[in-house]
């Protein structure tokens, strides 16, 4: 069965864009050094010069020894970790590629979430006594709210 060559043309149409977009894509993703980002280097958040200043910040701080990005920023399950790098990947380079981000760049309320949780992975039992306020309806302080120094080093 031939097709009229309206739909023939569409259909020839949508497979050069689809494969133009899926080359793009690809192209972004090795030029961006995409794969670096599924693993747990540091060095993966610093490709992007806006990140820049937290990994230096990083290097000087009192975690760099036992935590990394990811330890601190991603959640710690399979699923969510992932999930979360897909997320915060897209995002961070929509940002990037537009010039349409925050600077200096500040963790967004759903990643404060995260790194909070993972505060208390680390130190919940240091912290039990204080993280919470028994007879109290205020929430928790985060972790950073006092110790804002701990991941990236004095604020200059």
């Not at 690809?26 to 794969?35: H, K, L, P, V, W």
């Amino acid at each position: 069965m031939k097709l009229p060559f309206g739909l023939n043309f569409l259909a020839i149409f949508l497979c050069g864009c689809v494969g133009v977009f899926i080359g793009l894509s690809s192209y972004t993703f090795y030029y961006a050094q995409g794969a670096s980002y599924l693993s747990n280097d540091p060095k993966a958040c610093a490709n992007c010069h806006i990140m820049r200043e937290q990994y230096d910040g990083w290097q000087k701080a009192s975690h760099h020894a036992v935590a990394t990005c990811n330890d601190c920023h991603i959640p710690h399950e399979f699923i969510p970790k992932y999930l979360t790098k897909l997320k915060n990947g897209f995002w961070h380079s929509k940002g990037f590629t537009l010039q349409d981000f925050d600077e200096p760049i500040r963790v967004l309320p759903k990643n404060r979430v995260i790194l909070q949780k993972n505060c208390l992975h680390c130190h919940g039992e240091l912290v039990c006594e204080i993280a919470t306020h028994p007879g109290n309806d205020r929430k928790m302080l985060d972790c950073i709210h006092c110790h804002t120094n701990v991941g990236h080093g004095p604020r200059l």
